[in-house]
């Protein structure tokens, strides 16, 4: 029996490599994938399929996002339908347009799919199982050589998304790739190694004309990787090499008529350019979002605005950074909460009916609860100001909010450079 898929998204991207990924690694995570070409399709499908959840390129054709959104939001069986926008560069005024439609996350390309599966899960109050294992991993090509580079673990997920960027590369430099070079540094043993190589191994012979005997490993042979390359018979007859050289010239590369002093000339400049990254176009990107900076994986911050579009930015603004965020549209629901989570920074609007920011604070202060607050305000309200900053308040946005200034006024509540 096949998996029984749950939800519905509607996938609007003209991207053939992200459309391709997220269709195969959604469905895997039991999500109906409808895909569509442009925002005139898209439009339709929306209205046909009735979805879950909506992904969207921003850049549209026949139907912009604006109008696609806009129209989702006139219909009472759409209205509610969560979207995600995928912006393919940062423009703040665009993002402030989208925040007011109510969308839910703006994100950026290359993609950062621990980012998108995050903000997917949190929609549609699902789960995607995830790797998490640590892992540096990238491919270029030189020559005729694919050189793939894996360090600290392998990754599940990165090889996912390693097959698809060597298929870009292929169609990009439209060779016919035999010959590849996997270069292994940093990798322990672990319960699932045999089965990640096995993944990556009949990955890059899926992707290119390389076989077993075209593929060369660079690896101490005493190292994880080498054993458990022995030890998979499939596999045994992959050469393990311990010296780049050697492994170039493993290859035949080398014209047999050369000199000696040509010889490792040809060595010499083939090794130079080894490490020389033509830069090939992905649309996801092969770090995550949590790798990108500690800061991103280690805080969280509490939103309280009972203005929704204020609150939708700034969540966006947040989750598009890699922010851990938790919105709350009433004081209640946080102060509720605080018995149970503690946020590192607050973002706290000041005029709320029933509880006002003043009255927040002065609980806070109360059960000496001492996290940073950034306090967002309105020009009028400098009466209000200086009582606030009586309470210890330093940090304060006035509207209308500007995304740096968002993100540089958290980082200096918390005392991070």
């Known amino acids: ?33 409808v895909c569509c070409k442009d925002g005139f399709e898209g439009s339709l499908k929306i209205k046909n399929e009735n979805p879950d959840l909506i992904i969207s390129a921003c850049e549209l054709s026949r139907v912009d996002i ?8 006139e219909y009472k ?15 703040l005024e665009i993002e402030k347009q989208l925040a007011e439609l ?51 673990g392998l990754n599940a997920e990165k090889i996912d998304l390693l097959t698809y960027k060597i298929r870009s590369m292929v ?22 190694l045999n089965m990640k190589l096995e993944q990556l191994i009949t990955s890059i012979t899926d992707e290119t004309a390389a076989v077993s005997s075209t593929i060369r490993i660079l690896t101490p042979q005493d190292s994880a990787v080498a054993k458990a390359v022995k030890e998979d018979k499939k596999f045994a007859n992959i050469p393990i090499v311990e010296n ?3 492994a170039i010239s493993s290859f035949g590369k080398i014209n047999v008529f050369a000199h000696e002093s ?36 280690q805080y969280s911050v509490a939103i309280i605005d009972d203005d929704l579009p204020i609150l939708e930015y700034l969540e966006t603004v947040f989750e598009s950074e890699g922010w851990k965020t938790t919105a709350y549209e009433t004081p209640v629901a946080f102060i509720k909460e605080l018995q149970h989570v503690r946020p590192d920074i607050i973002f706290l609007d000041l005029m709320m009916p029933k509880i006002n920011g003043v009255q927040v604070i002065q609980y806070l202060r109360k059960n000496k609860i001492n996290i940073p607050i950034v306090v967002i305000t309105a020009i009028s309200q400098k009466e209000v100001i200086t009582r606030v900053k ?3 308040v330093s940090y304060f946005l006035t509207k209308p909010l500007h995304m740096n200034v968002i993100l540089d006024t958290a980082k200096d509540a918390l005392g991070i450079s």
């Open 77 to 91: 069986s759409t209205v509610n339908i969560p979207v995600i926008v995928l912006e393919k560069e940062r423009n």
């Open 66 to 73: 604006f109008t696609l959104i806009r129209e989702k939001n």
């Open 244 to 246: 780049l050289s050697e």
């Open 171 to 192: 169609e990009d430099y439209a060779k016919i790739l035999t010959k590849v070079l996997i270069i292994c540094s940093n990798i322990s043993n672990s319960p699932r």
């Open 1 to 33: 029996m096949g998996l029984t898929l749950k939800n519905k998204v509607v996938l609007i991207e003209n991207d053939e490599i992200l459309k391709q990924y997220l269709k195969e690694r959604l469905n895997k995570a039991g999500i109906e994938v």
């Open 262 to 297: 040509e010889v490792d000339e040809i060595n010499t400049l083939i090794l130079t350019s080894a490490n020389e990254k033509v830069s090939v176009y992905l649309p996801m990107d092969l770090h995550f979002a949590s790798e990108d900076d500690p800061m991103k994986s």
């Open 390 to 392: 009586e309470y210890g």
């Open 102 to 152: 109510q969308v839910s996350a703006i994100l950026l390309k290359p993609l950062k799919v621990d980012l998108l599966f995050r903000n997917i899960c949190k929609l549609l109050g699902c789960r995607i199982d995830f790797d998490r294992t640590r892992s540096i991993i990238d491919a270029h090509i030189n020559e005729d050589i694919l050189f793939v580079e894996i360090s600290d």
